[in-house]
């Protein structure tokens, strides 16, 4: 299995980007796929995930209303489209592929290589 996410940049606060995570190498439609995210000297913290069939989201306080996860199984891609951002958003940003509804880093099994994103104030 192969996560590839990409899209990051640097913004102005305020402004949208839209993150993609490729994946590759297995039966996508059959897993739980999710962002998080790793700012300098912290730890990797949950943003949000989605289930198999797009009827279950959760995301982290600090980013609902503003964030939004979205997949196409038909391309084997999932999304993140960030509206508003701040920049206290401003991290290394992974996908990862898990078998459940978790919040925890450790119980996603494949990671994409992050993606950064730089928020200016």
């Known amino acids: 299995v192969q996560l590839q996410a990409f899209g990051g940049g640097l913004v102005q606060a305020g402004d949208s980007l839209k993150l993609s995570c490729a994946a590759s190498g297995r039966t996508f439609g059959s897993l739980v796929m999710g962002w998080f995210r790793q700012a300098p000297g912290k730890e990797r913290e949950f943003v949000a995930l989605l289930s198999r069939i797009s009827t279950i989201t959760e995301y982290a306080d600090s980013v609902e209303g503003r964030f939004t996860i979205s997949r196409d199984n038909a391309k084997n891609t999932v999304y993140l489209q960030m509206n508003s951002l701040k920049p206290e958003d401003t991290a290394v940003y992974y996908c990862?592929?898990?078998?459940?509804?978790?919040?925890?880093?450790?119980?996603?099994?494949?990671w994409g290589q992050g993606t950064q994103v730089t928020v200016s104030s």
């Open positions: 990862a592929e898990g078998s459940g509804l978790s919040l925890s880093c450790t119980d996603y099994n494949y």
